[in-house]
């Protein structure tokens, strides 16, 4: 079984079942090869797009930018004792929920369905360091952890560190990470 089975299979399963459209959830930045270079998950979540995208099934990518919930949980993995070593990371988090309703807005949206891409991002840009900076400040945990001090290093790549997640023609939704953080 290849990388491409599963969803070759899918969209084989799609048309022969005829259903009208194939909704795809990826990750923003995934199919850029200054991003992916180094990631499996994001290569595999590129070639799902691009079979997807050309499968006899119309299909629409959503192109997510991380989740609030992922500054927590990835930041408290590289933590050690009172030192957080977070990748320089230039990100736009949003809230999950408005994702999800974002997805469900096109999964169900009237008309021709036809291949497409589309994004939806988080209103602001930060770094994951900075995010993370600002749960500790609120009296927040980093996945159970609670470092004195988040320091950066570049070890995703320049694509990740430079912005590569955050794409620039994308819905914003509207909640602000110190709106999540009071929540």
């Not at 923003?28 to 797009?49: L, M, S, T």
């Amino acid at each position: 079984m290849t990388g491409t089975d599963p969803a070759s299979n899918i969209a084989a399963a799609a048309h022969e079942q005829g259903v009208s459209r194939i909704v795809c959830l990826s990750i923003a930045g995934a199919a850029d090869p200054r991003v992916n270079g180094g990631f499996g998950y994001h290569k595999g979540k590129a070639v799902q797009e691009s079979i997807y995208q050309q499968a006899p099934v119309p299909s629409t990518t959503v192109r997510s930018t991380q989740w609030f919930d992922f500054v927590p949980a990835t930041v408290g993995m590289v933590s050690k004792g009172s030192v957080a070593l977070a990748p320089t990371m230039l990100m736009a988090p949003a809230l999950r929920e408005e994702v999800a309703d974002f997805v469900a807005d096109v999964v169900t949206a009237p008309g021709q369905a036809r291949h497409e891409i589309r994004a939806i991002r988080g209103p602001e840009a930060d770094t994951i360091a900075n995010f993370a900076r600002r749960i500790l400040a609120a009296g927040g945990d980093l996945g159970g952890q609670r470092p004195r001090t988040v320091k950066e290093a570049p070890y995703l790549g320049r694509g990740i560190a430079n912005g590569g997640l955050i794409p620039q023609d994308a819905f914003v939704t509207s909640t602000r990470f110190e709106e999540w953080l009071a929540g």
